[in-house]
């Protein structure tokens, strides 16, 4: 998986080594062991429970968050038990549950705590709007994939972990921005960047290995103002590509023809 947000978390020598290469917990019993010592470790805990798991497996494969367990359940049941016994960061509902309503779920997630919960529904707006009163962030309908999916739970995490400020890359440009103190560094060396250039940074590396429009960026970082036209974002990235060369990172940010810009 490719290094996105970052955060640093002490060893999780808790799970076995097959648990941690695959960040799937399999079995209602391991699922509940596993979860906590990931809650004990630091890390952030997912669940995700619906019955598609081919579907949750392409979520686990698009994510870009690090220090993350995912626990997976095909029911509903199961997921209330685990709710009761342990804590979670996140928990992403598919209401096509095989024994009891999806909102069901929700209802009793939501009378446990305060954690964030993503819904896909089926149903149309009445069933969204529904999801939104009975207390979830965000209520999206199945059509969705799994990599937008990945996109909207990075941002509630984003949202409800203000601690997680660090976004990082790998090899070979080494880059980290911290969000906080609105500071970038290649190879451990300032990059200087003005408040747009960093704001364009930012913004690419949350949404990291998605193709963002030159019109997205503009939307993003100068709100519709007039002057965020793309003859002009494309020459503030310019001027940003040309400081990550300087610094050592050239190549970090990639240009699709005719789509936009992207950050691998």
């Given at each position: 998986?490719?290094?996105?947000?970052?955060?640093?978390?002490?060893?999780?020598?808790a799970?076995?080594?097959s648990?941690?290469k695959?960040?799937?917990?399999?079995?209602?019993?391991?699922?509940?062991?596993a979860?906590?010592?990931?809650?004990?470790?630091?890390?952030v805990?997912?669940?995700?429970?619906?019955?598609?798991?081919?579907?949750?497996?392409?979520?686990r494969?698009?994510f870009?968050?690090?220090?993350?367990?995912?626990a997976s359940?095909g029911?509903g049941?199961?997921?209330?038990?685990?709710?009761?016994?342990?804590?979670?960061?996140?928990?992403?509902?598919?209401?096509?549950l095989?024994?009891?309503?999806?909102m069901?779920?929700?209802?009793?997630?939501r009378?446990?705590?305060?954690?964030p919960v993503?819904?896909?529904?089926?149903?149309?707006?009445?069933?969204q709007?529904?999801?939104?009163?009975?207390?979830?962030?965000d209520v999206?309908?199945?059509?969705l994939?799994?990599?937008?999916?990945?996109w909207?739970?990075?941002?509630?995490?984003?949202?409800t972990?203000?601690?997680d400020?660090?976004?990082?890359?790998?090899?070979?440009?080494?880059?980290?921005?911290n969000?906080?103190?609105?500071?970038a560094?290649?190879?451990?060396?300032p990059?200087?960047?003005t408040?747009?250039e960093?704001?364009?940074?930012?913004?690419?590396?949350e949404?990291?290995?998605?193709v963002?429009?030159?019109?997205?960026?503009?939307?993003?970082?100068?709100?519709h103002?007039?002057?965020?036209s793309?003859?002009?974002?494309?020459?503030?990235?310019s001027?940003?590509?040309?400081?990550?060369?300087?610094?050592?990172?050239?190549?970090?940010?990639a240009?699709?023809?005719?789509?936009?810009?992207?950050?691998?």
């Open positions: 998986m490719r290094t996105g947000l970052v955060r640093v978390n002490p060893p999780m020598t799970l076995d080594d648990t941690r695959s960040q799937m917990l399999i079995g209602e019993s391991s699922l509940y062991s979860a906590s010592a990931a809650s004990r470790s630091g890390a805990s997912i669940l995700l429970a619906g019955p598609d798991e081919q579907y949750w497996r392409q979520f494969d698009s870009q968050y690090q220090g993350v367990e995912f359940v029911s049941r199961g997921a209330i038990d685990l709710l009761r016994r342990s804590a979670f960061d996140l928990m992403v509902l598919d209401d096509r095989p024994d009891i309503p999806g069901a779920v929700l209802t009793e997630a009378r446990l705590g305060e954690m993503i819904v896909i529904t089926t149903g149309g707006p009445l069933a709007s529904r999801g939104f009163d009975l207390g979830a962030d999206i309908g199945c059509g994939t799994a990599t937008e999916l990945a909207r739970a990075e941002t509630v995490l984003r949202r972990r203000p601690g400020n660090l976004y990082q890359t790998g090899e070979p440009y080494n880059l980290i921005l969000r906080a103190t609105e500071e560094f290649v190879r451990g060396a990059l200087r960047l408040a747009t960093f704001a364009i940074l930012r913004l690419l590396l949404h990291r290995g998605v963002l429009s030159a019109d997205a960026v503009s939307q993003a970082v100068w709100r103002e007039t002057y965020g793309p003859n002009f974002v494309q020459a503030q990235i001027r940003l590509r040309a400081k990550l060369k300087h610094a050592g990172a050239a190549g970090l940010i240009t699709i023809r005719g789509a936009g810009y992207v950050i691998r």
